[in-house]
T-cell receptor, first 113, second 116 residues
């Protein structure tokens, strides 16, 4: 059974810092891994999707890497801003033909001005 | 292209009542998913449709829950005889036909259910 863990659970940093959020999963047979952002009381916004054959994806100040064999992904946020404050969720899709995501519990990020 | 929409955004109901939520996916997205999220947790998968066919249901989806997607367009999620434990955010997502990156899921704003 796939389990997804995100560390740290919460993080508070001053503006301008570079950040690394971690995601680990127990079953390396994955199809995709997707990072999402969630603001309080809102739905999920897709940030980056990494297919199993890829090692990383980049969008603006965000970079996500995937090491499938070790069951890890990291989300790197460069030059953090107060507007980056949100919960960041990692989700993995198994390679067995079901198209559901298994989510971690998220990392709550607060960037202080 | 409008995003995934959900209605209502908030629902307060008394225990024992039935509720129904609606999800309109992004146009031409043939895959539709329902998830449930409780406070402080990540979303949990409930069910998945490809076109009008319901292809997978989680064990979380008890007999009181039913989902439909007539004609492969919008979907409804009904909860009968609501219980306080049903209080959660119900999220809908859709993805387009195709493989690989086309499995990217796009989420709606969610329906917040409170059972009193």
């Amino acid at each position: 059974k796939q389990e997804v863990t995100q560390i740290p659970a919460a993080l508070s940093v001053p503006e301008g810092e570079n950040l690394v959020l971690n995601c680990s999963f127990t079953d390396s047979a994955i199809y995709n891994l997707q990072w999402f952002r969630q603001d309080p009381g809102k739905g999920l916004t897709s940030l980056l999707l990494i297919q199993s054959s890829q090692r990383e994806q980049t969008s603006g100040r965000l970079n996500a890497s995937l090491d499938k064999s070790s069951g890890r992904s990291t989300l790197y946020i460069a030059a953090s801003q107060p507007g980056d404050s949100a919960t960041y969720l990692c989700a993995v899709m198994g390679a067995s033909g079901t198209y559901k995501y298994i989510f971690g519990t998220g990392t709550r990020l607060k960037v202080l001005a | 292209d409008t995003g995934v929409s959900q209605d209502p955004r908030h629902k307060i109901t008394k225990r024992g009542q039935n509720v129904t939520f609606r999800c309109d996916p992004i146009s031409e997205h043939n895959r539709l998913y329902w998830y449930r999220q409780t406070l402080g947790q990540g979303p949990e998968f409930l069910t998945y449709f490809q076109n009008e066919a319901q292809l997978e249901k989680s064990r979380l989806l008890s007999d009181r829950f039913s989902a439909e997607r007539p004609k492969g367009s919008f979907s409804t999620l009904e909860i009968q005889r609501t219980e306080q434990g049903d209080s959660a955010m119900y999220l809908c997502a859709s993805s387009p036909p195709g493989a690989g990156a086309y499995y990217e899921q796009y989420f709606g704003p969610g329906t917040r259910l409170t059972v009193t």
